[in-house]
């Protein structure tokens, strides 16, 4: 069964603390993405890369940066998290090109910054 | 950034009713996705259409690829219990280029009293 896996369901951190969120997909895709959820704003697009160490911004990237090492693993990094980062974060991947069938989401990290 | 304006934005239901919602775009799309995400979980694919005026069903799902390539359709039929959740419209744009970047929808959230 295909997968995206990320690291950890829920997260509390500190205000200040630097916070990683990690996601593996095992589909070999080329793309993959982090989005936050927050009620009543739907899926906005933190940051997208398409290739092993390319990245490029979203509508919301203030306060994030990634990292893509390997092709299978994109991490986000909140550089000092803050309260209003606190928030459900999906990751997703997907193919590029030819036979795209959509995004492939993990199941997600439920973050509280306190 | 750009969100898809999917309506409604709620709806509270009866077990056994059917379901409509929407979703348009002031641009044209190639693909036009439909997800739905359970609490506390990412969001999984249920339809997924490639061509205008296609009708595609999953089960009591059916989902429509508008003519004008401008909108789409998901409706439920005899809802159930486990029906409810968020679900969300998503569309690639005809310059979606190789990261076959997505644009979703506000979400829609269904709650079915049994």
């Known amino acids: 069964d295909v997968k995206v896996t990320q690291s950890s369901r829920y997260l509390v951190k500190r205000t200040g603390e630097k916070v990683f969120l990690e996601c593996v997909q095992d589909?070999?895709?080329?793309?993959m993405f982090w989005y936050r959820q927050d009620p009543g704003l739907g899926l906005r697009l933190i940051y997208f890369s398409y290739d092993v160490k390319m990245k490029e911004k979203g509508d919301i990237p203030e306060g994030y940066s990634v990292s893509r090492e390997k092709k299978e693993r994109f991490s986000l990094i909140l550089e000092s998290a803050s309260t209003n980062q606190t928030s459900m974060y999906l990751c997703a991947s997907s193919s590029a090109g030819q036979g795209f069938y959509g995004y492939t989401f993990g199941s997600g990290t439920r973050l509280t910054v306190v | 950034g750009q969100q898809l304006n999917q309506s409604p934005q709620s709806m509270f239901i009866q077990e056994g009713e059917d379901v409509s919602m929407n979703c348009t775009s002031s641009s044209i799309f190639n693909t036009w996705l439909w997800y739905k995400q359970e609490p506390g979980e990412g969001p999984v694919l249920l339809i997924a259409l490639y061509k205008a005026g296609e009708l595609t069903s999953n089960g009591r799902l059916t989902a429509q690829f508008g003519i004008t390539r401008k909108d789409s359709f998901l409706n439920i039929s005899a809802s159930i219990p486990s029906d409810v959740g968020i679900y969300f419209c998503?569309?690639?744009?005809?310059?979606?280029?190789?990261?076959?970047?997505?644009?979703f929808g506000t979400g829609t959230l269904l709650a079915v009293q049994p």
């Open positions: 589909m070999d895709h080329e793309n």
């Open positions: 998503a569309g690639q744009g005809v310059y979606g280029g190789a990261t076959n970047k997505l644009i």
